[in-house]
């Protein structure tokens, strides 16, 4: 049965119990509003591990525009149905006190790449990301803790920070998870409109086809999505674009 915990103390008690009968943690952090991409994270949590971790946090450090947190869908009792259906054993719902007891007057920065892509476009973004990864990697105490290649800036970030601060967790990157049309799901994909939703899977299409970078920002743009950017990086291409007032990010590998 799925337990809620909203203290660091609470989790930390459990937790000492699971390390005192030997059994492996896995992690998923997320914001909820879950959806099939975060219960495929918790079925290879499932898979791998002894005991299965997730938190719910809708992390305000991470949100440079307000109204973008104020509209970000709250869905907890849909979420635990979710989660318990995916052998879920815990769910750490904090506080934001709980999460940030000193404010913000410790954060964790990379002065690199989070400058780029995303980073560019959302100042300060990667520095909440990072920040509450943290914060939650340490409480958490998990052997492996997973995150969607979705969100594939992030999850390099993410790698580079658990390499530079030592950490003992290893972070497991699961496939981004579409929609039969192409769209990679999103708890944001609720506030497209039918139109806005109709157009959205062109932006999977054009990444996917589109011979290079600037081909694929000018077909993009013509097809009426505001460019955010796409760029070609390594074997991947990365891209972010506006429909209205819903930012959506994808990535493929080429
Ligand atoms: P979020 O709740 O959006 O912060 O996401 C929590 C975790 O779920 C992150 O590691 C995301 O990369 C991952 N995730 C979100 N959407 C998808 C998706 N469509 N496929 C796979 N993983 C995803």
Redesign the pocket.
Known sequence: MLRTVHTVAAWRALRAAHHAAGRTIGF???????????A??FDAARRDCDVVLAS?FV?PTQFDESTDFDTYPRTLDADRTLMAAHGVDVVFVPSVAEMYPNGTAYTVQEDAFSRELCGAHRPGHFTGVLTVVMKLLQIAGADRA??????WQ??QLVRGMVQAFCLETEIVG?????EPDGL?????NVRLSPAERALAPQFHAVLNSAPDAATARQRLTELGFAVDYVEDIDRRRLGAVRLGSTRLIDNVAR
Not at 28 to 38: N, S
Not at 184 to 188: F, H, P, T
């Open positions: 998923v952090p997320t914001m909820g509003a879950l959806h099939a991409g975060h495929t994270l719910v992390n997973y995150f969607g290649e979705k969100d992030q999850l699961c496939p981004t998870v579409r990679a799901l999103s708890s944001r």
